[in-house]
């Protein structure tokens, strides 16, 4: 059981709320990450982190932003909600890089809402 | 473009009959190739890593086999339980940068029947 916290694990909210969304982690790990998900469609890579006050954006364009000030700690926020930002927000962490077969543990995600 | 392609996007089995669920690939250069499974609503747990020298792999009831010259995995999964039911997905890393990027497939959605 990897651990990899994420809370909440679900909320619900209103447009043009501010949110963060809280990961932490408590195996050391210098490689945070965050990726969105949709039903059915495949993760999204939205944001990655290679160690304390490193942060990059990813694949995905989001409009959400991310900070490292702790090595356990990697927490996005969306400073005005919209219906668009619906989804499944998971965190994952590793402490490998390129060309090994490092493991990503994932958190058991955020189900966001906003109405 | 580098893409992950899952086949069959939906499978129901009947509890005890074996399974096998397919991936194709793109990506290039080419680090490792990994199965997750994913339970509705949770995050995605690893059930097996395989880097370009290893054809097979396995993990309890789960085995992975991969050719990496036609670019194609499967997971075989035997004697499937009830538990089996969760999406699984193939995610397959290049070594192309330093971060060691991550591409996932949508996941095949497995039913297990009683």
């Known amino acids: 059981e990897a651990d990899i916290y994420q809370t909440p694990r679900y909320l619900v909210i209103g447009t043009g709320k501010k949110i963060t969304l809280e990961c932490s982690q408590t195996?050391?790990?210098?490689?945070m990450y965050w990726y969105q998900q949709d039903p059915g469609m495949e993760l999204h890579l939205i944001h990655y982190s290679y160690g304390v006050n490193s942060t990059e954006k990813g694949d995905l364009s989001s409009e959400s932003t991310v900070s490292r000030i702790r090595t356990e700690h990697f927490p996005l926020t969306l400073e005005s909600a919209r219906p668009s930002h619906t989804s499944q927000y998971l965190c994952a962490s590793s402490d490998g890089g390129a060309g090994s077969p490092y493991e990503q543990y994932f958190g058991p995600g955020t189900r966001l809402t906003v109405t | 473009k580098n893409q992950v392609e899952q086949s069959p996007q939906s499978l129901i089995i009947l509890e005890g009959k074996n399974c096998t669920l397919q991936c194709n690939y793109t990506v290039s250069p080419f680090s490792n190739l990994r199965w997750y499974k994913q339970d509705t609503g949770r995050g995605p747990v690893s059930l097996t890593i395989?880097?370009?020298?290893?054809n097979t792999k396995s993990n309890g009831r789960y085995t992975a086999t991969l050719d990496a010259d036609t670019k194609q995995s499967s997971l075989h999964i035997t004697a499937s339980q009830l538990s089996d039911s969760a999406s699984y997905i193939c995610?397959?890393?290049?070594?192309?940068?330093?971060?060691?990027?991550?591409?996932f497939g949508r996941g095949t959605q497995l039913t297990v029947w009683p």
């Open positions: 995610v397959v890393s290049d070594r192309g940068s330093t971060l060691g990027r991550l591409y």
């Open positions: 395989m880097t370009f020298s290893e």
């Open positions: 195996m050391g790990h210098d490689k």
